[in-house]
């Protein structure tokens, strides 16, 4: 993990003054089912678009809050990386993006019968929400309505 004196001091001084919310943590809800019978669904913070999708919008005040869904017989290689954070080296999700949105390796663990089957789509948001707000009332609503109707038991979410 990096240090905070890695940053440049534009970013240091917005960190060190940015209103952190305090958010209290969802219950946890033990599986029913084992994993290998259970769905997958994949969230990301990457900000990865595909060929043809609308880039997530770097101009929006506070962030872009939308997201973009990825088929599940997606290519991760087509991916293009769109995250507007200046404060992470994208060098390694722009070399391999399976590293921020591991879609090959759950493929991988649906052949190996460790998890059942993907979901039909995932989700790819924009990090670096400084405004939330829009994210928490909207698109969150959203995303977990996507997941009931794709009857998604379990969610990989991957922050960056």
Known sequence: MGD??????????????????RIDPVPWVPLKKSL????LAIGSSAGFVLPGQEPFDDSVRGGDYT??????????GEFIET???E?????????????????DRA?????????GELAPRHLS?????TAPGRLVKQTAPEAAQWLVEDHVDIALLIPV
């Open 4 to 21: 905070i004196s890695e940053f440049n001091l534009g970013l240091r001084l917005f960190l060190k003054g940015y209103p952190w919310r």
């Open 36 to 39: 290998a019978e259970c769905r």
């Open 67 to 76: 997201f973009r869904a990825i088929p599940s017989d997606a290519k991760v």
């Open 83 to 85: 995250h507007r954070s």
């Open 87 to 103: 404060a992470f080296d994208h060098a390694g999700i722009q070399t391999d993006p399976n590293l921020a949105f591991p879609l």
């Open 107 to 115: 493929r991988e663990l649906v052949t190996e019968k460790r998890i």
């Open 125 to 129: 948001f924009m990090g670096s929400i």
